[in-house]
């Protein structure tokens, strides 16, 4: 695909790698807004839903790639990260929000496969969306849940500081991202 403005063309890889760009900087800036929770090393973010997001418009292929990118950004020492946790670079994936972080290329990939994008014939698409953000949120949760259940040694203890407190908020998340996602990604896929 190419598309001219202002008398140059740019083409569809360059489009493609904009948007991974863009999607890491998305969830850099969401990272930003950072509230600690008490009790736990967790703090609340909008990172979760930067990532499902960027994986839902991006797609499978291209949301993995971005948020590898926002994590390659982050392990080279650049402030990209959640700044109420106090670990640099690659040490911040060792700790204890480091498991969310890891899971989120396998997240992008799983809600940009599952989100359907522009497909004719495609049935109630509102609800595929769900599912897949549903599906992203599991994978997130799993991921940080499995990271703190190695630092603590208690799976229980992990769920408490890593699942409990934000299922209120993920419900939040899913009710503003699946009329977003099901409105928008058909058109930002059909012009990647």
């Known amino acids: 695909m190419e598309l001219s403005a202002i008398g ?14 863009l999607g890491a900087l998305l969830v850099a800036l969401a990272a930003q807004v950072s509230i600690p929770l008490p009790g ?7 990172q979760p839903m930067a990532v499902l997001l960027v994986g839902g418009l991006l797609g499978a292929r291209l949301g993995a790639l971005s948020m590898i990118l926002y994590l390659a950004m982050g392990a080279a020492g650049l ?5 109420t946790v106090p670990l640099p670079g690659i040490a911040r994936l060792l700790g204890p929000t480091g498991g969310y972080l890891l899971a989120y290329p ?3 990939w799983v809600t940009g496969w599952l989100t359907p994008g522009w497909q004719p014939g ?3 698409p509102w609800l595929r969306t769900a599912l897949a953000l549903v599906a992203g949120l599991l994978l997130i949760h799993l991921g940080g849940l499995a990271q703190l259940a190695i630092l603590t040694g208690d799976i229980s203890s992990a769920a ?3 699942t409990w407190p934000f299922l209120l908020g993920d419900l939040l998340k899913l ?18």
């Open 106 to 108: 396998v997240v992008a």
């Open 79 to 83: 402030p990209v990260f959640t700044p």
């Open 8 to 21: 140059y063309r740019v083409s569809g890889m360059w489009i493609r790698a904009g948007a991974v760009a």
């Open 160 to 162: 408490r500081l890593a």
């Open 122 to 124: 495609v049935n109630k």
């Open 40 to 46: 736990t090393p967790v703090p609340m973010t909008l």
């Open 175 to 192: 009710a503003i991202l699946v009329p977003v996602l099901t409105k928008l990604t058909p058109a930002v896929r059909a012009r990647l």
